[in-house]
């Protein structure tokens, strides 16, 4: 019981941080005409560069002020069209502007702990900034991959979402995703075989063009 109220609470911390990094966001988006786009890049993505700087060392807080440094530093690369298609692919980009933030924030805490904090643990910090810096990108480039293809199956899933009615969603979600068996799925929901199997079909058509929507912006 203990563990699902920690969960629970976390979860809130995690929304409640997440509202308010997009409510800044957007209210430094102000002058811009394209604050929608900017928007639905910050729903698709900010999860992914959350996640992996978590994973690379930071603590939360920090890690919502990568999301936004990183959203903002891409947004402007853009207006004034600095990004190059033709150098690499969107996924690099994106991975490597999330690596600078990355290192930016650690380097705002070895600043801010300079005079408190003994030599033994800016070493240990160092050695995580180093391994993030590292030039071959072994350590991020690996993290990013594995988080870069959860991200897109969420985002995806999540775009389904507002296409297709809560029940099939509902449906698609027990028997495709939790791989629940067709009559498990009948009898927990009250709906027909040919209920379980039209909404795999009709969700898993959706979903294909979501994801083949964002292959496409990888590329």
Known sequence: MEDKDEDK???????????????????????????????????????????????????????FDCVQETILSIAKQSKKK?????????????????????????RKRKKDTAMSSGMADDDRKTAIIDRVEDPNGD?????????????IADAALARVKGQV?????????????????????????????????LAKHRVGSVLKKELAKLDDDEE
């Open 139 to 151: 350590v991020l480039n690996r993290l990013w991959e594995v988080e870069w293809k959860k991200n």
């Open 9 to 63: 609470e976390r979860d809130d911390v995690l929304k409640q941080s997440y509202a308010k990094t997009r409510k800044s966001l957007i209210a430094r988006l102000d002058n811009w005409e394209d604050q929608r786009t900017w928007d639905e890049f910050y729903q698709t993505y900010w999860r992914l560069i959350y996640s992996v700087a978590i994973k690379s060392g930071l603590r939360s807080e920090e890690a």
């Open 82 to 106: 600095l990004y190059d298609p033709e150098q690499g692919s969107f996924k690099s980009w994106l991975m490597n502007m999330t690596r600078w933030r990355i290192n930016d924030q650690y």
């Open 165 to 197: 009615s809560p029940k099939q969603y509902q449906i698609f979600d027990y028997y495709v995703i939790k791989q629940w068996d067709a009559k498990k799925v009948q009898d927990y929901l009250g709906v027909s075989m040919a209920q379980v199997y």
